[in-house]
């Protein structure tokens, strides 16, 4: 069993099945499933050691009948008259005994040979040990043959065993040994397709979780994206805002410098060409994403992108929602560029919403900014008890964003449980560059 780190995010925990697991750790099931795991490799790679094993045992099973020189029937005395030869009783051993190396590949044929020599078998009253075979055939055409072809041949096998148990070796007691040799029959019948039923239940059961495995990872990869595409339209509004300032004051400068007659003019309408050229490049790269929200930016009235004191208002929403939150900051944080800025506001904003939707009431959250020498770091840490839906459920949307939004900076990310194990602890450390600050 493979159990998920306790580091995974809220919402992607799942825990091991505690049933297979308790039989794993038992001694004797334990032992009993690790046996059946190397048995089933080796069988996968030698699956002709099990097919001649079978064959042996059957064949080792007819040995007392031909050095015993009593005839008697599993039922009694039977009526036919004469001993055969051995050589004959031999012949008969092998022809039960062999068809069985070729079981799992053809059953169905592999039946109807036995079925055939055991017909002829007890047209001459012989009665061997070796008719287990019958059995095996059986199993291993409810097991691995056409369902059809195994209710024929249980009908077949019916008529059969009546037909010997009657005319053909009659023996002492009938009755009861139509009564057990149906019975084995039936018992054979029902263990194939018990068995049959259980791998299509374990082949059902594994197709599902691969299709889940897939579609889980595919929900990432979307969420990814789709939070990737939120970034990028983000950035490119901060990017095309600082570009137009850029522009405007190289043209300002330019139109100024040309009033006074000085040779940095031409420089400057260069240095706003190229940043009406880097806009235009930036708009046709990027503006398929605003193609993608443009009626939902005609539904919305436009808005600067949030920075740091747009906090206090969010986290004035969160506590009329019902969380008590404490906020607490540390440095020149509105120093910040307007990219960081907007990537504390988002963090902060996804990991309350996390809160929100997963605590259980009567949980509290605390919000700690901090500016350091080159690092940015948020913590966010609520005291509630995630639901227990939250912890079978898949990555969402915000724990994705954190961690592309920190990535975007070289930060490291940390989600889960604190260290006293009761609550939830969002951690993240953005490497500010040097030179990224608002002028």
């Known amino acids: 069993m493979r159990q998920a780190p306790t580091a995974a995010a809220r919402g992607t925990v799942t825990a091991p099945s505690p049933g297979l697991a308790d039989a794993w750790a038992h001694p004797l099931l334990g032992r009993m499933l690790r046996g059946r795991s190397a048995r089933r490799r080796l069988d996968q790679r030698y699956p002709w050691l099990l097919d001649t094993a079978v064959v042996l045992v059957v064949a080792l099973s007819g040995l007392p009948d031909l050095l015993s020189h009593t005839r008697h029937g599993p039922f009694g005395d039977t009526t036919a008259p004469g001993r055969l030869p051995t050589p004959l009783l031999v012949a008969f051993a092998v022809a039960l005994a062999v068809p069985l190396w070729w079981r799992r590949r053809t059953p169905a044929v592999t039946y109807l040979v036995i079925a055939a020599v055991l017909l002829a078998q007890w047209s001459l009253g012989v009665w061997q040990q070796t008719g287990m075979a019958a059995l095996i055939a059986l199993y291993s055409l409810a097991l691995h043959g056409s369902l ?9 096998t019916a008529a059969e065993l009546t037909l010997a148990v009657e005319l053909l070796a009659p023996v002492e007691h009938p009755l009861l040994a139509l009564f057990f040799l149906l019975g084995t029959a039936t018992a054979a019948v029902a263990t194939g397709l018990t068995l049959r039923i259980r791998r299509l239940y374990l082949a059902a059961l594994e197709d599902r979780a691969a299709r889940l495995e897939i579609e889980q990872d595919q929900r990432v990869r979307l969420t990814t994206a789709a939070e990737r595409a939120r970034i990028a339209r983000e950035m490119h509004d901060i990017v095309g805002h600082n570009l137009s300032v850029m522009v405007s004051v190289a043209d300002g400068a330019a139109a100024l410098a040309a009033h006074r007659g000085e040779t940095s003019a031409e420089p400057l309408r260069i240095l706003a060409d190229t940043g009406r050229q880097a806009m235009s490049e930036l708009r046709r790269v990027l503006g398929v994403l605003r193609e993608e929200r443009r009626h939902e930016e005609d539904e919305q009235p436009l808005a600067p992108q949030p920075g740091i ?3 206090d208002p969010l986290l004035a929403r969160v506590r009329a929602a019902g969380l008590p939150v404490t906020y607490r900051t540390t440095g020149d944080l509105d120093a910040l560029g307007s990219g960081v800025q907007l990537t504390v506001y988002r963090i902060v904003q996804e990991a309350l919403t996390n809160t929100l939707k997963h605590a259980d009431p009567g949980a509290t959250a605390d919000v700690a900014v901090t500016m350091d020498a080159g690092t940015v770091h948020i913590m966010v840490t609520d005291t509630g008890v995630p639901a227990a839906e939250a912890r079978s459920g898949g990555a ?11 990535a975007m900076y070289g930060g490291t990310v940390t989600l889960g449980p604190p260290a006293g194990g009761h609550g939830w602890l969002v951690d993240v ?7 990224d600050h608002q002028p």
């Open 429 to 435: 450390v953005l490497d500010v560059p040097p030179g």
């Open 396 to 406: 969402g949307h915000g724990l994705v964003g954190i961690r592309q939004r920190a």
């Open 309 to 311: 004191r747009d906090l």
């Open 148 to 156: 059809r072809a195994l209710g024929w041949a249980a009908a077949l």
